[in-house]
């Protein structure tokens, strides 16, 4: 049975920083991508990054990019994403994400198929 833990949201000022960790079990992770996606209220949940089984990593939107970073350690089951000069508008649920098959990429639809956490929740006051 697949599972992923996320930890690492909470309440941080503009400005800030968070990591966020993801913990997968239930299967081999080395041989997935892994990836993280946000909802924020009212709105569609959206791609945020991915990291290949390999480690190589895409980030979505150029708001995000120079400011967000994924990476993955293979020796703990766990992917991170760590979030540099967090504005309000990054206020969001986020979730880690599976895909559902080994080898293949994360899809940048609003749920693709795959296992999801629970989901952390980030606030970022202005």
């Known amino acids: 049975q697949v599972q992923l833990v996320e930890s690492g949201g909470g309440f941080v000022q503009a400005g800030g920083s968070l990591r966020l960790s993801c913990v997968a079990s239930g299967r081999s992770f080395n041989n997935y991508a892994m990836g993280w996606f946000r909802q924020a209220p009212g709105k569609e949940r959206e791609f945020v990054a991915s990291i290949t089984w390999g480690g190589a990593s895409t980030v979505n939107l150029d708001s995000l990019k120079g400011r967000f970073t994924i990476s993955r350690d293979n020796a703990k089951n766990t992917v991170y994403l760590q979030m540099n000069d967090l504005k309000p508008e990054d206020t969001a649920v986020y979730y880690c994400?599976?895909?559902?098959?080994?080898?293949?990429?994360?899809?940048?639809?609003?749920?693709?198929?795959?296992?999801w956490g629970q989901g952390t929740q980030v606030t970022v006051s202005s």
């Open positions: 994400h599976q895909p559902a098959f080994p080898l293949s990429t994360v899809v940048d639809t609003p749920t693709p198929r795959g296992y």
